[in-house]
């Protein structure tokens, strides 16, 4: 038999099919008391306090004979040979007698010792498989459906800091081994699980570094920082400092295995004695170069980032802007939050080394209100290698900038620039020298070189997200899930490297999963933020830092259906002229909020919130604003595509695309819009838009958009008791039944319609409920049937030019069956004139191509037949 307790309590046998799992919770407690002191003796009175605690009952001694009763008969089921031998009385209790590879738990602990051993002699391979194999036996916390007494829960707490030892011994190796890259994932899952322990940050702020995410690194160690001094009032430990330092000035020599931090000393739980810990790997203290001589290169930059991929055009564009750039000049990349412009910028600092062979100094910016000019230059010179003491005034400070950049061709990297005074106290006066720098929007006045970065088109964001998840993207079989959750980022390579750290914290899930995940809106930014803790706070950041007016706008946007939308629509949302909507979308555009987009075939300027972007308004809508507010922008937002779409209705071409087409590109997000409606009690636009795209839907055969907006629309039409509106929609139901072929259903709907319309009353409907049933029953060869219910429906939609309409398209179906093409002609004659008063293109179409067939110029195969616009049956032919 073999023992498993890292999780939930089972055992298995040679002789089991299933692995065994005792149901009764007393029972699961006495094997894992028996389990966790394995060939021990463990008292009736340890035991009976396991079970019961202070206050056991009075029965308690025969009551743990009875469950050792039961186990013994599961262990002899279990094993009949040696099962029941296994578990032997022995005063004052009783002993489980196992081989140590037969129970997990002990297993677990020897591969862990044995890894430690190997990391404190510096195999690192042998380490990190030992740990991983090791690792591999932990499912759950100990016995984790198990009621735990105090036994358990102490050796529960001893194993879950084993565990942890285990971890960060297997991740210390596998960065001795160089995997830096690929252990990010897991080590911000590790961050995010044990937020306090800082020997993970110190691995991952290690990990982010050398995989040239320097800033990252730095933002890992804010937080940790914030999170101690608000919690427990404590700054980081020594050693984390050092290494944040160290990371600061941008130490080279971090980038090597050998200067791995060292693992802070272990220390044993209370009930385990101490081992000893395996010897630190040295750290290289931190060191600052004296300022060098020009002909000697200064290299100041993150190191490469392995992921980085494409942007080729970008790096040539960057090439050309930043070559002769004036004295005092500088180039910069704007672009939203998460476009990757330090990427790039770094990936162009190792690409330009020949242009600027004297230095290549990378330096982030503070971004705060508070940073000043001198504070910024004070850094900088730190990071060209001056030691001592610094000038106090600017003047001074840029003097001594000017003194180490004369002569020289040196490239400033300024990563994070907003203020425009600071920025130009950093920038280099002297010939051949220049700064790249990176901002959200250029600072007023600075410079007109500026490189305008956009997300990654989706082949470069499909490479991106591959190389950022390695190996856990299959060689083969891979491309759908991938396009899709490329698709789903848009290419933000913010949200690309976050989805490969999602993957990488749950390798199990696998990419169908986690792009099933993300498919989710209601939870992509949560699923998103998961194992990258800042990507939240990177996209909120923008939105923080506009000023309340186009806070309000954002958020309000946030309504709008995804995909591109115009002026006017924007208008209704917001609730303002179109000069003022204008303006805040110029404004939401400057504060990379919004972007302008091709109005293509729709002719004008459009605008388009990111689909990130639009689910972050949604969630400070509900965050900030109150309800009335959204449920108004609702309102208008519905009643404005409620007149878009009876002014598109039956017309060819709407805003210079088919009527149709136009539709359909907003399509799923009009659905959305019925969802909200409904979701805020409007039931009158629910209705009403609802009823303005039942046209469209028809005609596109969109039959899960048209069912869910009906129903939804139904409910709220009966929330009103509009008796009416109940017969339209049912009505409308029955008609998409048909569509279907559910004919049964089809049926029911209609009786339901033509009983509320009789109820209502409204002639118009009873008639179209009526043509829906004699069609039903001319589908079924009830010729004479569909005649009988023709007649009144024609009288009820006398006044009614698109039920006649529907009326006699009937007639003349019915007309080819019985009475011959000229009776059917006269019927579609009368359908074509209806059509042209209403001025419906559509149906107009539809009653020519029934003329041509009566009078023979039809040309299609014999047995089709169109029975409603668009809709095609084929009919048996001969036998």
């Keep these: 038999?073999?023992?498993?307790?890292?999780?939930?309590?089972?055992?298995?046998?040679?002789?089991?099919?299933?692995?065994?799992?005792?149901?009764?919770?007393?029972?699961?407690?006495?094997l894992a008391t028996l389990l966790v002191r394995a060939n021990e003796i463990v008292s009736v009175e340890s035991l009976i306090d396991e079970l019961w605690g202070e206050k056991p009952p009075r029965t308690a001694t025969t009551t743990l004979q009875?469950?050792?009763?039961?186990?013994?008969?599961?262990?002899?089921?279990?094993?009949?040979?040696?099962g029941r031998d296994a578990l032997v009385t022995r005063p004052p209790g009783y002993v489980l007698y196992l081989d140590p590879a037969?129970?997990?738990?002990?297993?677990f602990e020897e591969l862990h010792h044995k890894g430690q051993a190997a990391l404190s002699r510096g195999d690192?391979?042998?380490?990190?498989?030992?740990?991983?194999?090791?690792?591999?036996?932990?499912?759950?916390?100990?016995?984790?459906?198990?009621?735990?007494?105090?036994?358990?829960?102490?050796?529960?707490?001893?194993?879950?800091?084993?565990?942890?030892?285990?971890?960060?011994?297997?991740?210390?190796?596998?960065?001795?081994?160089?995997?830096?890259?690929?252990?990010?994932?897991?080590?911000?899952?590790?961050?995010?699980?044990?937020?306090?322990?800082?020997?993970f940050h110190t691995l991952l702020m290690t990990a982010l570094y050398r995989s040239g995410r320097q800033v990252d690194a730095l933002r890992v160690f804010a937080q940790l920082r914030q999170d101690l001094v608000t919690e427990l009032a404590i700054e980081p430990g020594r050693q984390l400092q050092q290494l944040h330092q160290r990371i600061l000035s941008g130490d080279p020599e971090l980038l090597h295995p050998s200067s791995t931090p060292p693992a802070p000393p272990e220390t044993a739980p209370d009930d385990q004695p101490a081992r000893s810990a395996p010897d630190p790997v040295p750290s290289v203290a931190v060191r600052s170069a004296p300022a060098q001589l020009p002909g000697e290169a200064l290299d100041r930059l993150p190191p490469r980032d392995p992921v980085f991929v494409g942007r080729a055009e970008e790096l040539d564009r960057l090439g050309s802007l930043v070559r002769d750039v004036p004295a005092g000049g500088c180039t910069a990349i704007a672009g939203a939050a998460g476009t990757g412009k330090t990427a790039l910028a770094v990936a162009a600092g190792h690409e330009l080394g020949g242009l600027f062979p004297d230095g290549r100094i990378f330096l982030e910016l503070d971004g705060s209100r508070q940073a000043t000019a001198t504070d910024a230059l004070s850094r900088l010179l730190r990071r060209f290698g001056v030691e001592g003491p610094l000038p106090d005034g600017r003047d001074e400070l840029r003097r001594l900038l000017h003194r180490l950049t004369d002569g020289r061709r040196v490239l400033l990297i300024l990563d994070g620039a907003r203020s425009p005074d600071e920025v130009r106290a950093l920038l280099p006066d002297t010939p051949g020298s220049t700064a790249l720098i990176t901002c959200r929007r250029v600072p007023e006045g600075l410079t007109d070189r500026v490189l305008e970065l956009d997300v990654l088109p989706q082949n470069e964001a499909?490479?991106?997200?591959?190389?950022?998840?390695?190996?856990?993207?299959?060689?083969?079989?891979?491309?759908?899930?991938?396009?899709?959750?490329?698709?789903?980022?848009?290419?933000?390579?913010?949200?690309?490297?976050?989805?490969?750290?999602?993957?990488?914290?749950?390798?199990?899930?696998?990419?169908?999963?986690?792009?099933?995940?993300l498919r989710d809106e209601q939870r992509r930014?949560?699923?998103?933020?998961?194992?990258?803790?800042?990507?939240?706070?990177?996209?909120?950041?923008?939105?923080?830092?506009?000023?309340?007016?186009?806070?309000?706008?954002?958020?309000?946007?946030?309504?709008?259906?995804?995909?591109?939308?115009?002026?006017?629509?924007?208008?209704?949302?917001?609730?303002?002229?179109?000069?003022?909507?204008?303006?805040?979308?110029?404004?939401?555009?400057?504060?990379?909020?919004?972007?302008?987009?091709?109005?293509?075939?729709?002719?004008?300027?459009?605008?388009?919130?990111h689909p990130l972007w639009r689910l972050l308004a949604l969630e400070c809508l509900a965050d900030e604003s109150p309800?009335?507010?959204?449920?108004?922008?609702?309102?208008?937002?519905?009643?404005?595509?409620?007149?878009?779409?009876?002014?598109?209705?039956?017309?060819?071409?709407?805003?210079?695309?088919?009527?149709?087409?136009?539709?359909?590109?907003?399509?799923?997000?009009?659905?959305?819009?019925?969802?909200?409606?409904?979701?805020?009690?409007?039931?009158?636009?629910?209705?009403?838009?609802?009823?303005?795209?039942?046209?469209?839907?028809?005609?596109l055969a969109a039959w899960d958009a048209w069912d869910a907006c009906h129903g939804l629309?139904?409910?709220?039409?009966?929330?009103?008791?509009?008796?009416?509106?109940?017969?339209?929609?049912?009505r409308s139901l029955g008609d998409l039944a048909w569509q279907r072929r559910r004919l049964t259903t089809a049926g029911e709907y209609y009786e339901r319609a033509l009983l509320t319309a009789d109820a209502a009353p409204l002639a118009v409907e009873r008639g179209r409920a009526l043509v829906g049933l004699a069609e039903l029953q001319l589908d079924s060869g009830g010729l004479e049937e569909a005649a009988t219910l023709l007649s009144p429906a024609l009288d009820a939609v006398a006044d009614d030019p698109r039920g006649r309409y529907e009326a006699h398209r009937v007639l003349g179906l019915l007309a080819l069956e019985n009475a011959g093409p000229d009776a059917a002609a006269v019927h579609f004659a009368d359908c074509l004139g209806l059509a042209t008063a209403l001025g419906d293109a559509r149906l107009e179409s539809y009653a020519r191509r029934c003329l041509d067939r009566v009078h023979g110029s039809d040309h299609r195969p014999a047995g089709w037949a169109e029975v409603r616009p668009g809709v095609w049956r084929l009919a048996p032919c001969g036998d």
């Design 627 to 699: 309800a009335d507010q959204a449920r108004a922008a609702t309102d208008r937002l519905a009643a404005e595509f409620t007149a878009q779409l009876r002014a598109a209705h039956g017309r060819t071409e709407s805003r210079g695309v088919h009527s149709l087409e136009w539709f359909g590109r907003r399509q799923d997000g009009l659905v959305d819009v019925v969802r909200r409606c409904h979701a805020a009690g409007l039931w009158s636009r629910t209705m009403e838009l609802t009823d303005a795209m039942t046209g469209f839907l028809e005609s």
């Design 462 to 517: 499909r490479r991106l997200f591959t190389a950022a998840a390695g190996r856990l993207v299959p060689q083969h079989g891979a491309e759908g899930p991938v396009r899709e959750i490329a698709a789903l980022c848009e290419g933000l390579p913010l949200a690309l490297r976050a989805a490969a750290a999602r993957l990488a914290s749950r390798p199990g899930w696998g990419l169908e999963m986690l792009a099933a995940r």
């Design 102 to 107: 037969q129970l997990d738990l002990t297993v």
């Design 525 to 609: 930014l949560a699923e998103l933020s998961a194992a990258a803790p800042g990507f939240h706070d990177r996209l909120r950041s923008c939105y923080e830092q506009t000023e309340p007016a186009l806070r309000h706008a954002f958020r309000l946007l946030g309504l709008l259906p995804e995909g591109p939308f115009d002026p006017p629509t924007a208008a209704a949302v917001l609730d303002e002229d179109m000069t003022r909507t204008g303006e805040l979308l110029d404004g939401l555009v400057e504060a990379r909020l919004l972007r302008r987009v091709a109005g293509g075939p729709e002719h004008g300027t459009h605008h388009r919130l």
């Design 66 to 82: 009875v469950y050792i009763s039961q186990l013994r008969k599961l262990l002899h089921t279990a094993d009949p040979e040696y």
């Design 124 to 199: 690192h391979a042998a380490a990190a498989d030992l740990q991983h194999r090791a690792l591999q036996l932990w499912r759950a916390p100990l016995a984790c459906d198990t009621p735990h007494g105090v036994l358990l829960a102490r050796t529960a707490v001893r194993l879950g800091e084993v565990r942890a030892a285990a971890l960060a011994q297997r991740m210390r190796a596998e960065l001795e081994l160089g995997h830096h890259q690929r252990l990010i994932g897991e080590l911000h899952a590790a961050v995010a699980e044990m937020p306090l322990r800082e020997e």
């Design 713 to 730: 629309a139904l409910e709220a039409a009966r929330k009103q008791e509009d008796l009416a509106a109940e017969a339209r929609l049912l």
């Design 1 to 30: 038999m073999r023992f498993r307790i890292l999780g939930p309590l089972e055992f298995t046998s040679p002789t089991a099919a299933e692995p065994v799992r005792p149901r009764a919770a007393k029972v699961r407690a006495v």
